[in-house]
């Protein structure tokens, strides 16, 4: 038998997760992120769950491949753009859409012999990351213009700070950069990622990106998906596969790390840091035993992990965990384990089965 661990997949909530963003968005048109496999959730079923979705962005050439042989036709946008010329070819045969987010991109597109590629040109407002620097914009925008290669042009920009309550300022300056740089240009724009989707109704524009809401995750420390209407689309959840009866004193796990005060109950669970829990979650953080809160137990292993069963009825072998998603928002573990609701749900190892209802 395989292990009892895996992640089930609630494509009715990423439906549900799609509409509530069209409720903040509704004249706009939605790139629905799938990078790094969907945060996690796989590419060719998230895909087929957001059927009806504008358009896809993404960063890796393969999958876009895959996705488009798979018979999506809406826009499929890579944000990172291509890296040789020998990719530029695949983009055009494939019909995809690219970022250019240095002069040197545009350069190898204009010396490139595709013709007709939709282009989203990348500004950096701020952020430092990607994107061209306000002096640099008219240039390429010149060169892509003059040359036939290129058939439809979007610009765009990323917020560095738009989950921040306190870091509005540094959004309404990044967005008055972005205005002043384009405001010459008559071109569609997409500014906004799932904090900027729900906070910030201005930078809408004509296309938005939304990522972690789409997944039931929400992209604020201080709001929950619940607040937000968001349904968790992945449940991770396994078994208890031992308990044992602890005296005070005695300790739990590697190192000892956790020490019982009095005499408790514990379990031990199918779960570790080789399936994507993270190693270093502290004990007392969260877990849902038969519908019941628990709490961890001392060090996180590389395939199990300990759990107080101490006043929790009727615990046995076999019983479920759920170690995050539904009854057990994941934004609460990240929170404890001081880490984001992304680096979880994309740090879900290959070994989880994947179940996709």
């Not at 997944?215 to 607040?227: E, H, I, L, R």
């Not at 009854?327 to 984001?340: F, H, L, N």
Request: charged residues 20%.
């Amino acid at each position: 038998m395989s292990r009892p661990i895996q992640a089930i997949i609630d494509h009715s909530a990423l439906v549900h997760n799609l509409s509530i963003v069209r409720q903040y968005v509704p004249h706009t048109r939605i790139l629905a992120v799938l990078k790094a496999d969907a945060y996690g959730h796989g590419l060719l079923q998230t895909a087929n769950a957001l059927k009806n979705v504008d358009g896809f962005a993404l960063l890796e050439l393969d999958a876009a491949i895959t996705l488009r042989t798979a018979g999506y036709q809406q826009p499929i946008l890579l944000l990172e753009g291509f890296f040789s010329t020998l990719e530029i070819a695949l983009i055009e045969q494939y019909q995809l859409s690219t970022v250019i987010h240095h002069p040197e991109q545009g350069s190898m597109l204009t010396d490139s012999q595709s013709r007709k590629i939709d282009i989203f040109i990348k500004i950096n407002t701020g952020m430092n990351r990607l994107g061209l620097s306000p002096k640099q914009l008219p240039q390429v925008i010149q060169k892509l213009t003059n040359n036939q290669q290129v058939k439809n042009i979007t610009l765009m920009t990323h917020f560095a700070s738009a989950d921040d309550p306190h870091e509005k300022a540094s959004v309404f300056r990044q967005l008055q950069c972005f205005e002043n740089i384009t405001e010459k240009y008559n071109y569609p724009c997409s500014l906004a990622n799932s904090a900027a989707i729900v906070n910030y109704p201005e930078t809408h524009s004509d296309w938005v990106r939304p990522g972690i809401m789409l997944y039931g995750a929400s992209p604020f420390s201080d709001k929950t998906a619940a607040d937000l209407n968001l349904l968790p689309v992945m449940t991770l959840s396994s078994k208890i596969i031992a308990i044992h009866d602890l005296e005070a004193g005695d300790k739990v796990g590697y190192h000892g790390l956790f020490k019982a005060d009095y005499r408790m109950r514990i379990g031990i669970v199918a779960c570790g840091y080789a399936d994507g829990y993270p190693r270093h979650a502290p004990t007392g953080t969260p877990v849902l035993i038969n519908n019941q809160r628990g709490r961890l137990l001392g060090r996180v292993s590389m395939d199990m992990l300990a759990i107080d069963l101490t006043g929790i009825e009727n615990t046995k072998l076999g019983d479920p965990v759920v170690l995050w998603g539904k009854g057990m928002p994941v934004e609460e573990i990240a929170t404890y384990a001081e880490t984001s609701s992304y680096e979880l749900l994309c740090g879900l190892a290959a070994r989880v089965d994947r179940k996709f209802l």
